[in-house]
């Protein structure tokens, strides 16, 4: 059985940073592009960052220069340092993995990114 979990949300100051961690377990994830999504009240969920499995990462627009993802499938893990952190930030953060063929797909529960002093 695939389980997808996240750590590392909190509340963080304005220009501050974290580091999200997603571990995949219940299967081999080296054929699969891995990503962040995230939420915020009364949004919809929206790409952060994505990375395929040949290690290309995509950033939406507005975390371009700030934040980066990085995968390791030794450990079937991918992780997102975010820097600069900025009050727009503030989300429920999900992992997402989605096989090459796009017949699997699997989400974590999420993790609270609060940015706020």
């Known amino acids: 059985q695939v389980q997808i979990v996240e750590s590392g949300g909190g509340l963080v100051q304005p220009g501050g940073s974290l580091k999200l961690s997603c571990a995949a377990s219940?299967?081999?994830?080296?054929?699969?592009?891995m990503a962040w999504y995230r939420q915020a009240p009364g949004s919809q969920r929206e790409l952060v960052a994505k990375?395929?499995?040949?290690?290309?990462?995509t950033y939406a627009d507005s975390v371009k220069e700030r934040f980066t993802i990085l995968r390791d499938d030794a450990k079937s893990t991918v992780a997102l340092q975010m820097n600069s952190l900025k009050p727009e930030d503030t989300a429920v953060y999900y992992c997402?993995?989605?096989?090459?063929?796009?017949?699997?797909?699997?989400w974590g529960q999420g993790t609270q990114v609060t940015v706020s002093s």
């Open positions: 997402n993995v989605k096989h090459e063929s796009m017949r699997y797909e699997y």
């Open positions: 990375i395929t499995s040949g290690f290309w990462p």
């Open positions: 219940g299967s081999v994830f080296r054929s699969y592009t």
